[in-house]
């Protein structure tokens, strides 16, 4: 015989059946006053374009003209720009100031649903953070960056973070977000020397960093930081080594009474070799800190706050044909900001663009991707493509720039595949090795003959 119900099942039941009820009431309720929302919106900025009073636009507020932009009311939001340019220029700055945060907003979620289509997407990227270290006769001064390379640009905040500090060791991991991609930090030290465990600490510092001090077991110069060879984005921190140079002549000279023993040889050997490296890594981060400060004399427009680098008349010289980066190579599109020329490829291009300038480092040694807007530029442009860049015909035209090499130019389909794009740019490399010359038949014909 089936088991009864019991007594509670039919009064659950009814108790599920309203709360689905309630929901779907609560979801409807929303979409409805959303939907008079915009409507609302909507009449108040028609109602001020058609009075053509300045006062009723500025009781327009920034969220209204997201929630017009978001909703694709694109026709109202343009006759409210034209009103403002009627009136002050503090009315065309605030109408300016709340359409491009509605525009931007709008882009972001764009941008985030393009990425979705990364199978990787949301999967947190690897990364060994890179690190400085310094120290004096008793501490170890050690600041850790939310960053792949000390000079690249991070993560600001991490969350999630660990530490641990044994005698012996130092383990760190912590998650955050750079360029829209989530990355794990990890780092994982077997020191030099013991530690003091329960005299070291740690603690978060300002933009994007981490500063742990570790307190030595004994007063002793530490020739590395850690055992074995160290990381390539492991670099002294001179800054602060110069704070302590006299301390750490005292204990220098304190240590040359005593006879060195072969472990000290071997350990100033090893502090020479890592000087070189570090010198070398140096040399590297101030090529790149050039490059930056060459860049920031363009001004951001379509690719503000990407990877993409900008590039402008002042900046082409210093970056393009006398490059501070060894081994630089540049993959160019050349645009037109005010959408003359193939409209359509270039807003396809935006989130290819975007996301190559991520990859390209990792997957071109020395690439890097940029743009050129040709409304901004136009005497650079026509320079490089000729008088038709000017009205924008023929963009977006993209274009592969290397030391040694004439700007060549992309013949294949716009938009295409990052792959192809990596595949173009690595092909510069490809040409700048020296070709290896062939034996010549008439040499080996001489030498007979002499015989």
Same mark, same amino acid.
């Given at each position: 015989?089936?088991?009864?119900?019991?007594?509670?099942?039919?009064?659950?039941?009814?108790?599920?059946?309203?709360? @689905?009820?309630?929901?779907?009431?609560?979801?409807?309720?929303?979409?409805?006053?959303?939907?008079?929302?915009?409507?609302?919106?909507?009449?108040?900025?028609?109602?001020?374009? /058609?009075?053509?009073?300045?006062?009723?636009?500025?009781?327009?507020?920034?969220?209204?003209?997201?929630?017009?932009?978001?909703?694709?009311?694109?026709?109202?939001?343009?006759?409210?720009?034209?009103?403002?340019?009627?009136?002050?220029?503090?009315?065309? &700055? %605030?109408?300016?100031?709340?359409?491009?945060?509605?525009?931007?907003? /709008?882009?972001?979620?764009?941008d985030d649903l393009t990425r979705v289509l990364?199978?990787?997407?949301? %999967?947190?990227?690897?990364?060994?953070?890179?690190?400085?270290?310094?120290?004096?006769?008793?501490?170890?001064?050690?600041?850790?960056?939310?960053? &792949?390379?000390?000079?690249?640009?991070?993560?600001?905040?991490?969350?999630?973070?660990?530490?641990?500090?044994?005698?012996?060791? @130092?383990? @760190?991991?912590?998650?955050?977000?750079?360029?829209?991609?989530?990355?794990?930090?990890?780092?994982?030290?077997?020191?030099?020397?013991?530690?003091? %465990?329960?005299?070291?600490?740690?603690?978060?510092?300002?933009?994007?960093?981490?500063?742990?001090?570790?307190?030595?077991?004994?007063?002793?110069?530490?020739?590395?930081?850690?055992?074995?060879?160290?990381?390539?984005?492991?670099?002294?921190?001179?800054?602060?080594?110069?704070?302590?140079?006299?301390?750490?002549?005292?204990? /220098?000279?304190?240590?040359?009474?005593?006879?060195?023993?072969k472990e000290d040889s071997k350990a100033a050997?090893? &502090?020479? *070799?890592?000087?070189?490296?570090?010198?070398?890594?140096?040399?590297?981060?101030?090529?790149?800190? %050039?490059?930056?400060?060459?860049?920031?004399?363009?001004?951001?427009?379509?690719?503000?706050?990407?990877?993409?680098?900008?590039?402008?008349?002042?900046?082409?010289?210093?970056?393009?044909?006398?490059?501070?980066?060894?081994?630089?190579?540049?993959?160019?599109?050349?645009?037109?900001?005010?959408?003359?020329?193939?409209?359509?490829?270039?807003?396809?291009?935006?989130?290819?663009?975007?996301?190559?300038?991520?990859?390209?480092?990792?997957?071109?040694?020395?690439?890097?991707?940029?743009?050129l807007d040709c409304a901004r530029e136009q005497?650079?442009?026509?320079?490089?493509?000729?008088?038709?860049?000017?009205?924008?015909?023929?963009?977006?035209?993209?274009?592969?720039?290397?030391?040694?090499?004439?700007?060549?130019?992309?013949?294949?389909?716009?938009?295409?595949?990052?792959?192809?794009?990596?595949?173009?740019?690595?092909?510069?490399?490809?040409?700048?090795?020296?070709?290896?010359?062939?034996?010549?038949?008439?040499?080996?014909?001489?030498? *007979?003959?002499?015989?």
């Amino acid at each position: 015989r089936p088991r009864p119900y019991p007594p509670t099942f039919f009064p659950a039941m009814v108790a599920i059946t309203r709360l @689905f009820a309630l929901v779907a009431l609560a979801s409807a309720a929303a979409a409805a006053v959303s939907d008079a929302a915009v409507s609302a919106a909507y009449d108040k900025v028609q109602s001020a374009v /058609a009075s053509g009073s300045q006062a009723d636009a500025a009781a327009i507020s920034a969220a209204e003209v997201e929630l017009l932009v978001e909703r694709g009311h694109h026709s109202v939001i343009r006759e409210l720009v034209k009103l403002s340019h009627k009136g002050s220029e503090e009315d065309m &700055q %605030r109408v300016a100031s709340q359409v491009r945060q509605a525009v931007q907003s /709008a882009k972001n979620r764009l941008d985030d649903l393009t990425r979705v289509l990364d199978r990787n997407y949301g %999967r947190a990227v690897e990364v060994t953070p890179a690190a400085q270290w310094a120290q004096n006769s008793t501490h170890v001064f050690v600041s850790i960056k939310f960053a &792949q390379r000390w000079n690249a640009p991070g993560a600001l905040e991490v969350e999630n973070s660990t530490v641990d500090i044994s005698d012996c060791c @130092f383990n @760190f991991t912590a998650f955050g977000e750079h360029s829209f991609i989530m990355r794990r930090y990890h780092i994982s030290w077997d020191l030099n020397m013991p530690i003091l %465990r329960q005299a070291s600490s740690w603690h978060t510092a300002a933009a994007g960093r981490l500063s742990v001090t570790f307190a030595k077991a004994e007063k002793k110069r530490w020739p590395s930081l850690l055992k074995g060879a160290a990381p390539k984005n492991l670099g002294i921190w001179r800054d602060m080594q110069e704070k302590w140079t006299s301390d750490m002549e005292q204990l /220098a000279g304190a240590g040359t009474k005593k006879k060195q023993s072969k472990e000290d040889s071997k350990a100033a050997a090893t &502090q020479g *070799k890592q000087k070189k490296a570090g010198d070398a890594d140096e040399d590297e981060d101030d090529e790149l800190e %050039r490059e930056a400060d060459y860049l920031s004399r363009c001004k951001g427009t379509t690719y503000r706050d990407t990877s993409v680098a900008e590039l402008c008349n002042a900046a082409w010289s210093h970056v393009m044909e006398r490059t501070p980066v060894k081994g630089r190579v540049w993959l160019v599109q050349l645009y037109h900001g005010q959408g003359k020329g193939d409209s359509t490829s270039m807003r396809s291009l935006i989130g290819i663009w975007k996301r190559l300038a991520e990859i390209m480092p990792t997957s071109v040694l020395g690439g890097r991707v940029a743009a050129l807007d040709c409304a901004r530029e136009q005497e650079l442009c026509v320079d490089l493509v000729g008088e038709e860049a000017a009205s924008g015909k023929g963009l977006p035209k993209i274009m592969r720039f290397s030391s040694g090499e004439e700007g060549k130019a992309w013949t294949g389909a716009v938009p295409a595949s990052l792959e192809d794009f990596v595949d173009f740019l690595a092909a510069s490399k490809e040409s700048a090795k020296p070709s290896q010359p062939k034996k010549k038949k008439a040499q080996k014909k001489s030498k *007979k003959a002499e015989l």
